[in-house]
Nanobody, 128 residues
Framework: QVQLVEFGGGLVQAGGSARLSCVAS????????MGWFRQALGKEREFVAW???????????EYADSVKGRFTISRDDASNTVYLQMNSLNTEDTAVYYC??????????????????WGQGTQVTVSS
């Protein structure tokens, strides 16, 4: 059974950094596109970042405009883990962050419905 488990959430001061981990089982993260999404209280779940194989290259990445230049997604195939490094955090980054897998394409997709498997989420709270 496919399972995704996120780690690393918590309370962070504005301007600080955090790193989220997504440990996968039941699938190989190298084989599929992996995404990070987030959902703030009272808002819809939104795309954050994607990593996967694109046009024959490994570790291609795409980011939402709101996090571009601040967040970095990466993958460790040996541990079957996807990471999200978050720098220069601000209060608008406060949300539950979810790891997800898109088995359907070899290019970045941003819709929630494009992803089949989801983790339980980890809360990131940024204080001013």
């Amino acid at each position: 059974q496919v399972q995704l488990v996120e780690f690393g959430g918590g309370l962070v001061q504005a301007g600080g950094s955090a790193r989220l981990s997504c440990v996968a089982s039941g699938l190989t993260v190298e084989t599929y596109g992996m995404g990070w999404f987030r959902q703030a209280l009272g808002k819809e779940r939104e795309f954050v970042a994607w990593i996967g194989v694109m046009s024959g290259f490994t570790d291609s990445a795409e980011y939402a405009d709101s996090v571009k230049g601040r967040f970095t997604i990466s993958r460790d195939d040996a541990s079957n883990t996807v990471y999200l490094q978050m720098n220069s955090l601000n209060t608008e980054d406060t949300a539950v962050y979810y790891c997800a897998v898109d088995p359907g394409t070899n290019w970045a997709r941003r819709g929630v419905s494009d992803y089949e498997y989801w983790g339980q989420g980890t809360q990131v709270t940024v204080s001013s």
